[in-house]
């Protein structure tokens, strides 16, 4: 991408940059003199034109002024010394008129700038996008990973279907996150384990609730949806995905934290303040932790272990430096709504499973088990 560019002698100087790589690209009239990779803010290159001679080109870049002080040197006597706008995204060549260093010997007054001893903004810039690159290529990585141990384990088209599922439970969440203005990072699928929508902590007791349940919520609208193009085409596979939504979105609710049940549990008893509650939400911790262990699934063990630290560790914080927590109102509805979804999700793996659909009795056996 062009940076900047100028005329000298009868010849134009155009100067490309791409942020990405540090890849550096001095070319004149067209043809490349000079090539290098540089992810400072001042840059130098040295070449030979024919005619002309030695050549060397010095620009320091001035983000915050969005401008580039550059000096041409030929022969070891410097010729040009000019500034110019910076135009990183403009991709066609500039016109002399248009060029703000297209200028003469005589014509110069602005004196090149030294080169900054602070931190460069624009390397700063470079480092996030890079960051930000190396997250996208980790978050494919994760989603090919999850798709291959899947297939493994089931089929191929299961393996989708399961993705599937994942991901529009977590869109939920991350939609939820935007509704009450927190900035997200995006949703990282993890084999084994499932799907993590990252974003900002919720600011209150109610917003942890809404956010935890939107996911469910969402997975409802999948599991309904599903089964009622299951219902008009009796299509097996949109009945499979339907059962399998069902199955996986109560799952979350388990109130264990940090599954999204224990989310809404944890809230509605941090709220209300009660130990006979803390003690019981504690114990299902405990439940659920010996059964991981006996059917070894060791990294929820994990999870389930985080969650309880977090539980105590929060627990000891006084009612005042604790999230805003819900009013008997908020409560009262939460429980409601959270017991509304999980009765829906029951009832649509019994009404699949009673249609007889091959496969859809393996959610009744895990609920029975």
Same mark, same amino acid.
């Given at each position: ?15 490309? =940059? ?14 490349? &003199? ?7 803010? @001042? ?24 401008? &580039? ?26 016109? =002399? ?5 297209? +200028? ?7 004196? =090149? ?9 624009? *390397?700063?810039? /470079? ?21 291959? &141990?899947?297939?493994?384990?089931? @089929? ?48 209150? #007791? ?13 997975? +409802? ?22 059962? @399998? ?17 224990? #989310?809404?549990?944890?809230? /509605? ?36 272990? +985080? ?5 105590? *560790? ?24 959270? +017991? ?30």
């Amino acid at each position: 991408m062009q940076l900047f560019s100028f005329d000298y002698a009868d010849r134009q100087f155009r100067v490309d =940059a791409t942020p990405a790589t540090g890849e550096e690209i001095i070319s004149v009239d067209g043809v490349v &003199v000079s090539q290098q990779r540089n992810f400072g803010i @001042t840059s130098e290159h040295t070449f030979v034109l024919e005619a002309v001679g030695e050549v060397k080109l010095i620009y320091v870049l001035n983000m915050r002024a969005a401008d &580039v002080n550059y000096e041409l040197w030929v022969n070891a006597e410097r010729v040009l010394e000019a500034a110019a706008p910076v135009s990183v995204e403009q991709q066609e060549s500039f016109t =002399a008129a248009e060029t703000a260093g297209a +200028l003469q010997p005589d014509q110069l007054a602005v004196p =090149a700038a030294a080169p900054a001893k602070t931190t460069s903004w624009l *390397s700063i810039g /470079l480092i996030a996008f890079k960051l930000l690159k190396a997250v996208q290529v980790f978050k494919v990585a994760l989603l090919a990973a999850s798709v291959a &141990v899947y297939s493994v384990m089931f @089929t191929l088209e299961f393996a989708l279907v399961l993705i599937g599922v994942l991901v529009f439970h977590e869109y939920g969440h991350l939609r939820a996150m935007k509704k009450c203005g927190l900035p997200t990072k995006g949703m990282y699928l993890i084999p084994f384990v499932g799907g993590l929508a990252v974003g900002d902590m919720p600011k209150s #007791r109610w917003q942890d609730v809404y956010i935890s349940m939107m996911g469910p919520v969402y997975g +409802l609208l999948m599991t309904v949806s599903f089964y009622i193009v299951y219902l008009i085409t009796e299509s097996h596979f949109a009945g499979l995905v339907a059962s @399998t939504s069902a199955l996986l979105n109560l799952f979350n609710l388990i109130p264990v934290h940090p599954l999204d049940g224990g #989310r809404v549990v944890k809230s /509605l008893v941090f709220s209300g303040r009660n130990y006979l509650a803390l003690v019981a939400l504690l114990a299902i911790s405990a439940a659920c932790f010996v059964v991981a262990w006996q059917l070894g699934f060791y990294f929820i063990m994990f999870f389930i272990v +985080l969650g309880v630290v977090d539980i105590v *560790s929060g627990w000891r914080l006084g009612l005042a430096e604790d999230l805003p927590p819900l009013n008997a109102y908020g409560i009262w509805f939460s429980v409601l709504w959270y +017991l509304v979804v999980v009765a829906m999700f029951l009832g649509m793996i019994v009404l699949i499973a009673q249609d007889g659909l091959p496969g859809s009795e393996i959610a009744l056996k895990v609920l029975a088990s």
